[in-house]
Nanobody, 122 residues
Framework: QVRLVESGGGLVQAGGSLRLSCAAS????????MAWYRQAPGKQRELVAL????????NYADSVKGRFTIWIDNAENTVYLQMNSLKPEDTGVYSC???????????????WGPGIQVTVSS
C-alpha cells in the first residue's frame, strides 16, 4: 500500500525558512511527477510547485518563484520543498502529491499525503 508522509512543517516568522519533505513508501516502481499543493483558510487548494522526473524544469506558482525550490531524491523516493523568505500569505496546509507506479506493468496512479500545517507569523 503506497503511502505519502509529509514532514517539516511548523510555525516560523516572516522572512524565515522551512524545508518540507514527503517520502513515498509501500513499493514504488516508478515516479513520474511529484508536487506540492497548499490550501489557505477559506481558499481553494493551489499548486505550489511541481517536478517531473523526465528532466523538464520544475513549475512554480508565480507567488513563490524565486523563494521556493522543489527537488526529488529518486533514491529515497522523496520530494523536498525548500521555502525561503516566507510570508504570512504562505500560511496553509501543504500537501504532497505524487504520480507513481506501484507495481510492474501497472498504471500510473495519483497519491496524496495527509497534509502538514505551515504557519508564517508577521
Amino acid at each position: 500500500q503506497v503511502r505519502l508522509v509529509e514532514s517539516g512543517g511548523g510555525l516560523v516568522q516572516a522572512g524565515g525558512s522551512l524545508r518540507l519533505s514527503c517520502a513515498a513508501s509501500g513499493g514504488i516502481y516508478g515516479i513520474n511527477v511529484m508536487a506540492w499543493y497548499r490550501q489557505a483558510p477559506g481558499k481553494q487548494r493551489e499548486l505550489v510547485a511541481l517536478m517531473s522526473t523526465g528532466g523538464t524544469s520544475p513549475n512554480y506558482a508565480d507567488s513563490v518563484k524565486g523563494r521556493f525550490t522543489i527537488w526529488i531524491d529518486n533514491a529515497e523516493n522523496t520530494v523536498y520543498l525548500q521555502m525561503n523568505s516566507l510570508k504570512p500569505e504562505d500560511t496553509g496546509v501543504y500537501s504532497c502529491q505524487a504520480t507513481l507506479l506501484s507495481s510492474p506493468g501497472g498504471r500510473w496512479t495519483n497519491y496524496w499525503g495527509p497534509g502538514i500545517q505551515v504557519t508564517v507569523s508577521s
